[in-house]
Each structure stands twice: as C-alpha cells, then as structure tokens.
C-alpha cells in the first residue's frame, strides 16, 4: 500500500492540526504547514507558542486532539511505526542516561530501532566523530560538558539514518562558539540529504541556516514562508533619535518616514531602507531638532518577530547566552 504520491510527498505536511492538553490549554489552534523535502526549516516562536508540541505530535510523543500529520506521505493515524523510523529527535531536554557512555547509549538506541550491532558499532564511530565525542566516547556521559550533551543527543538521532532530523532547541544555552560548530554539523547532514526542522529561540541561528520558517504565536501560524522573502519584507528600518533638548508638540512631516516620539526628547523613526538618513537629518534640522545620538531598533528578524508576536521577543535570550549547566 505504498503511496504513489511518496516521493514528491513533503518531508512533513501537517493540517488543521490542534491540541488541547488535559488541563486544557489549547496549544494548537489548527496548524498547518508543509516542509520540502531537503529543506531546511525553522519554526520560531515565543515561550509557550506550541512548538514543543507540534513537535512531540510529530514525533508521536504527544497525542493529537484532531488535524492530520503526514511524513514523507507516510500518515501518523494510519502508519505511526513507519512514520516514526523516518524520523530523527533531539528534545529539548537532555533525556539519555547520563551514568552510560556515549558509545553505548548510540549503539543501544540504534539497536532499539533494528540496527544490527556490528553496523550500530560503525555508525556510532561516524557520528561520534562528526560530533567531535570519539574521544569521550567510553567516558562515563555525566562527564560531558554541556555542549558535548547537547552534540550526543544530535549524534543519537542520527544513528537510525532519519530522512527528517527534528530538533527542538538544539543550541539552548550553549554558547557561541560551540553553537556555530553545532550549526557547521546540522549544514552537512542537510546539505547530505537530510530535511531538517528546529526550533531555536536564537533568531541568528534561524537567519544563518534555514531556507524556511514558520513562526507560531498561541497556537496559531502567524507567518511562514521563505526566509529571504520574509526578510525582504522588511526594508523598514527603525531608529531611535536622541534629541537635544525638547520635541516641539507638532513633529514634522519627512515623506517616507514615520515619526514618534518615543517621549520628551527621544524620537522614534522609521524609514526606507535605501533612504539617506542625512535628508532625514537635514529635515529635522530646519524643525529645529536636533539630533544628538541614534541607536538601531533591533535586528530584522527580531523586528519582524516582535512586530508578529508583540513583545515576547525570543532575541532577548541571544544577546546573553547562558552557559549550559
Ligand atoms: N504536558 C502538558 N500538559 C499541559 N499543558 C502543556 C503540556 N505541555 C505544554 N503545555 C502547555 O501548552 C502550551 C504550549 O507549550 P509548548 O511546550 O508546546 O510551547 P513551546 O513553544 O515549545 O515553548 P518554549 O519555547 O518555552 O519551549 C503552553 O501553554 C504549555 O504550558
Ligand atoms: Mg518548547
């Protein structure tokens, strides 16, 4: 019963898709969205959105409440065992054995799927190397940094050769220099063939490698779409005016600009892009405003982010990464 649409079927198609916890909370209001074979995605939203449980639905570790979730054509209801071998997770949690070692908690997991164990022991070399563990590889896992932790969950994962690797907040509180090697490993197993899903609440992350993203606010999809096209929507630029002295009551109009004050002595401007901030100056100054300092708003994606979800801004947690516990 193999579906004749498989191969052009989407790495992962969800529809209408809604959860209502136990308790109550609708995490998902009806969600829907297709990721391309080979993609790269990201889905981005602020704490509580619904992206864990998308996830989890994804992954079956969550039951749905209603919709349909289909992975490489193959439907979740119908055929969750195929489903789910077609599927790589990395949770948000560290959930191995922290008292095993790195080598056997890969060649276990892969056993677990049917990976015989001379074949598991390959594989777990590969990607124990991929993820720069070989050395730690018969430590005991409680010993690894919590990078290193974070790099065995994506190495587990991979043991059973995924057609989709789904990460939820993979570089959580890692901090920058191992997060940039992180994300050279997740460009090579995409660019090997493997679909990729994450989440992350670092918007540089999603810049720097998804082709795709979705944003999700409350339950809902509030933006998706090709990542350069989301940011070419965006050639507003917002800028903070320090005024010496006070605003006049009436500010002027500059064509192209939006203008605010922000308060007594701090203008708000928006503008084009290409537009020359010195005609913005040069107006201003024959209003007798004179500007003694500016700042830039926020980065794009973060404004894009911000202006979707109002202000539970996900770019606040890149500024200061935390180190991992
Ligand atoms: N097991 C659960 N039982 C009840 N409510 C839950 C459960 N898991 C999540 N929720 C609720 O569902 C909503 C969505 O949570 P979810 O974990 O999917 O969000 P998230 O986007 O992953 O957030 P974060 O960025 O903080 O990880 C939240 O209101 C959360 O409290
Ligand atoms: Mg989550």
């Not at 498989?6 to 809604?18: C, E, F, K, T």
């Not at 990201?42 to 979730?69: E, F, M, W, Y």
């Not at 049917?114 to 022991?121: C, F, I, M, N, T």
């Not at 920058?176 to 995409?190: A, D, H, Q, S, Y």
Request: net charge neutral; hydrophobic share 45%; proline share 5%.
């Amino acid at each position: 019963m193999t579906d004749p649409n498989r191969d052009i079927a989407p790495a992962l198609s969800v529809r209408d898709l809604r959860k209502t916890y136990d308790n109550k909370v609708e995490a998902l209001k009806g969600v829907s969205l297709d990721v391309a074979p080979g993609d790269f995605f990201a889905l981005l939203g602020p704490n509580g959105a619904g992206k864990s449980t998308l996830i989890g639905i994804v992954s079956s570790l969550v039951n749905l409440s209603a919709g349909s979730v289909q992975v490489f054509g193959t439907d979740l209801r119908t055929d969750r065992g195929a489903a789910m071998r077609m599927i790589g997770l990395v949770p948000q949690e560290l959930n191995f054995n922290m008292f095993e070692k790195p080598l056997d908690i890969l060649v276990n997991y892969a056993g677990f799927y049917g990976v015989p164990r001379e074949e598991a022991l390959q594989r777990a070399e590969v990607e124990l190397k991929r993820a720069q563990l070989w050395e730690k590889a018969t430590l005991m896992s409680r010993t690894l940094s919590g990078g290193m932790k974070r790099r065995l969950m994506i190495a587990r994962a991979m043991m059973t050769r995924p057609r989709l690797l789904i990460l939820d907040e993979p570089t959580a509180g890692v901090d920058i220099e191992i997060r940039r090697g992180m994300w050279k490993t997740l460009k090579e197993i995409n660019a090997a063939g493997t679909t990729i899903i994450l989440t992350t609440h670092y918007l540089e992350e999603a810049e720097s490698l998804c082709r795709n993203l979705a944003i999700i606010d409350r339950g809902h999809i509030v933006e998706q779409g090709p990542m350069k096209a989301l940011l070419a929507k965006l050639d507003v630029e917002g800028f903070l005016f320090d005024i010496d002295g006070h605003l006049p009551a009436q500010l002027p109009a500059i064509e192209g600009t939006t203008l605010l004050a922000e308060d007594d002595h701090t203008l708000d401007v928006e503008m084009p892009r290409a537009m020359d901030l010195n005609r913005v100056f040069a107006a201003l100054g024959d209003a007798g405003i004179r500007v003694r300092s500016m700042r830039t708003k926020s980065n794009r994606l973060e404004e894009l982010f911000v202006r979707l979800t109002g202000d539970n801004a996900p770019g606040q947690a890149a500024a200061q990464p935390e180190k991992a516990a």
